[in-house]
């Protein structure tokens, strides 16, 4: 089957079936003389775009007009569909058939993906549309279909609306809010014309959304992919196969998942276990008596147990071809590479992690990431005085995709502040000089919200689960004996979906304490990094800083050399031969 033209309507694929889804050595600050707190400043170098609500509600018109009339196809290359041995020759094909309406209550975080692209012609015949469906898994992040977002340019050409379960009508929203693309992720292993290597995609918003929103499934997650487990899939797609019209509500269906066995019965090779599931009944051959999501409801959920073990990818042309099933992309066979991008704020917007220092005089600086690109870090930009603060930990608490601060001041008390926020910093608590330590390593707990790790100095480490706000819900004790111990990190070391944490022995072995993904037991029997670490008196965690989607660390020697050490995604070996930085970091006292 060759490639359907660009120009066309709901995005789904054609293929197989195209259902087209720092240191622990800090020193003591000196007192501040002008008395006042200092507000981290927004980075100066890039910032979000802001397209105006004009703009916005102009695409999601011209999508509305570019998808009427047409037929139902994919961004990007549709491949040729490969008929099983069991099944006929057919044509992949993304909906929901069978469904039934859908309020926005039960489903708050589902948004519309509505593209559109004139081509800066004024002939209407070569404008590009699209639609698709989403779920908001972070006030700014999206997840997705990878054929949803591939080959496009969702910053100039898309919105995103949420809030709202009806289609947009002309101007009319129904109550609706639209935001801009300000970055895109597409799975680096999607085969587009096969469908195959994870149809997975994460949308960074232009602003964080007011919407509650619904997590993908965990990585040991085994239980909602058993035979028979009910799901809900969530659209706005088709709803017949007799007319490609889409749905102007949302609309869900249930269905059973089904064993890998079942759905290579029908696809054959085309269905590739451990990167899809599949659910529902076997087709009827029509209308009556099928179940199934179909064009349109690409890159919607598949919801089991509250969490989403699916997005919607491909299926049969039509949906309803006698005993197919509907395919998703496996959400828990990729949850390391999707949970690094909806956890990847940074100061300059470019994902890729930055780092906060400050001198001994109290003067604090940026390093903004270079990427792969040795150095690594660019020239340092000046962000004022920062004296008076005993420990700085840099930590995206509110989930805005904006990097902001966490700080302790020299009498103990612990504060919030938004980044480029003129409000008066968040007072978290006071008495958190008992802490030799504080770290942010990311959500321990499994509720999506970033938690706080301190370790007091009796050497008892603590859990403290985040509420979302800057603020920490009670602690919970992780355990004792840890008095030796330097701890650090930020991010999943091991690719697994959850965040560890790094810690550094009296005797110079590094650790790494796998995260379980909840708070009791919080981290999993530890795996021995290696030894000789204790020729560092300091470490800095900000995150990725190579911008690959694995947590970095760096590490600077008892004679002033910044060391990168990049990581693998390996738990056995989770970093690479490390990389010199430069010299003269002997000046910063903190390392964020």
Not at 153 to 177: E, F, I, M, S, Y
Not at 359 to 368: C, P, S, V
Request: hydrophobic share 40%.
């Amino acid at each position: 089957m060759t490639s359907t033209p660009r120009r066309a309507h709901l995005a789904l694929p054609a293929a197989a079936a195209a259902l087209a889804l720092s240191g622990a050595v800090l020193a003591a600050a000196p007192a501040q003389a002008s008395g006042e707190t200092p507000v981290p400043p927004r980075p100066a170098v890039t910032e979000p775009p802001a397209a105006s609500q004009a703009e916005l509600l102009q695409r999601i018109q011209r999508a509305e007009a570019a998808l009427e009339g047409d037929t139902a196809a994919a961004p990007g290359a549709q491949p040729e569909a490969t008929p099983s041995a069991a099944a006929p020759s057919r044509t992949v094909d993304p909906k929901i058939i069978g469904g039934r309406d859908a309020s926005l209550a039960e489903a708050p975080w589902m948004v519309q993906l509505h593209y559109s692209d004139d081509k800066g012609t004024k002939d209407t015949s070569d404008d590009e549309g699209y639609f698709c469906g989403g779920t908001l898994v972070a006030p700014a992040k999206v997840l997705t279909a990878a054929h949803c977002v591939y080959g496009l340019d969702w910053k100039a050409n898309g919105v995103v609306l949420a809030g709202t379960a009806q289609l947009p009508d002309g101007g009319d929203l129904h109550g609706g809010r639209v935001a801009g693309v300000w970055r895109q992720w597409v799975n680096p292993t999607y085969k587009p014309r096969a469908i195959a290597g994870g149809d997975l995609a994460v949308l960074t918003l232009t602003e964080a959304l007011p919407y509650k929103t619904l997590q993908p499934a965990t990585s040991s997650d085994t239980a909602s992919y058993a035979n028979g487990t009910p799901a809900t899939v969530y659209g706005w797609g088709r709803t017949s196969s007799t007319s490609q019209d889409i749905s102007p509500t949302l609309r869900k269906a249930t269905v059973p998942m089904r064993s890998d066995s079942a759905c290579t019965a029908y696809w054959g090779s085309d269905f590739v276990a451990g990167q899809m599931a599949c659910a529902g009944n076997p087709a009827s051959g029509q209308d009556a008596g099928t179940v199934s999501p179909c064009n349109g409801d690409s890159g919607g959920p598949l919801v089991v147990n509250g969490r989403i073990a699916g997005v919607v990818s491909w299926g049969v042309t039509d949906c309803v071809a006698s005993g197919a099933l509907g395919v998703y992309a496996k959400t828990r066979s990729y949850a390391g590479e999707v949970n690094a991008r909806i956890d990847d704020a940074d100061l300059d917007f470019d994902g890729q992690a930055d780092l906060f220092v400050r001198t001994l005089r109290g003067e604090a600086f940026e390093y903004h990431s270079l990427g792969n690109r040795w150095p690594h870090l660019a020239d340092r930009l000046a962000r004022g005085d920062w004296s008076g603060r005993s420990l700085v930990r840099q930590a995206d608490l509110n989930r805005d995709f904006d990097q902001d601060y966490l700080y302790r001041t020299p009498d103990g008390v612990l504060h919030f502040a938004v980044n480029g926020d003129d409000r008066e910093p968040i007072r978290v608590g006071d008495g958190w000089n008992v802490m030799k330590d504080i770290r942010v390593p990311g959500d321990l707990s499994g509720d999506a919200l970033p938690d706080l790790v301190a370790q007091d100095k009796d050497g008892v480490l603590w859990l403290y689960p985040g509420q979302g706000n800057g603020l920490f819900d009670t602690p919970v004790r992780i355990g004792g004996g840890w008095a030796a111990y330097t701890i650090t990190g930020k991010g999943d070391y091991d690719r697994d979906g959850k965040p560890d944490l790094l810690a550094r022995d009296g005797s110079g072995v590094l650790w790494l304490y796998p995260g379980t993904g909840k708070a009791s037991p919080a981290f999993g029997a530890r795996i021995r990094v290696g030894g000789g670490w204790e020729v560092y008196n300091a470490f800095a965690t900000a995150g990725d800083i190579t911008g690959d989607g694995r947590s970095d660390l760096l590490a600077r020697d008892i004679s002033g050399v910044l060391w990168l050490y990049k990581g693998t995604g390996t738990g056995s070996a989770p970093f690479a031969a490390r990389v010199r930085i430069g010299s003269g970091w002997r000046a910063f006292d903190i390392l964020g």
